[in-house]
């Protein structure tokens, strides 16, 4: 694992920004997975900073996020989908066919899941973008999942329902097996309250308990961190 501390979250989400960009550049048609969260606003404001000075394009780029609120959609202030239309893709020159979403409208979340792994497995993303939670949870694979989980449905954990605004109480994520799988991890944690999840994802012991410590056992893992996220390091 590497980890590069930096002053602050917007230091940090920068840094990230400039490394996705380099990966970007070096081959255009990346296959990108994207994260939601607060943490993230700071990252997709450099992105489309340096969109807009012509430094990146993302016309062949192919993004995969993470996870959608169950019963969410588009429209939906509070979706995942809308969060990500608002801060980047109506921002950038992604292309619309490019973009790949979990459904939370649909009525058949099995077959959306099934669907979403068949596309997965046929796009291994170059570069995984996560955020954590304060439980360790990435995407929304809470502690207890199996690290061998799938896109799947899935109760949110009280602290979770708790930091996220609008959260609904299930949520459809890919699986620990579809985060690892990408070829490159990017995690982004700033402030005081992710140290311990920080912490236990570094020295911790891998278990299932804090779905992020299996990132241990990638081989290309760059953490990037605010002093306060590192604080318990
Ligand atoms: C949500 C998202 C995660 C994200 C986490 C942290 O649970 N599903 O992908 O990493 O929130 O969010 P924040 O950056 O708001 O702390």
Redo the contacts with the bound molecule.
Sequence with gaps: MKIIILKNGKEACEKAALLTIKEIKKKPNLVLGL???????SFYNSLVKHFNKKEVSFFKVKSFN??EYDGLGKDDKNS?RHYMDKKLFEKIDIREENIFFLDGKSKNVNKTCKEYDKLLNKNRRDLQI?????NG????NEPGSNFKSKTRKIR?GRS?LK??RG?KKF?L?MGIKDIIDAKKIIL????R??ADAIMNTVKGKINENVPSSILQKHKNVILILDKSAASKL
Excluded: E, P, V, Y
């Design positions: 994260a939601t969260g607060k943490t993230m606003i993470l996870d995942f996560l955020g954590i939670g304060r949870h990435i995407g929304f949110l979770t930091d996220n959260a949520a994520t982004i944690a700033t402030g309250g992710k």
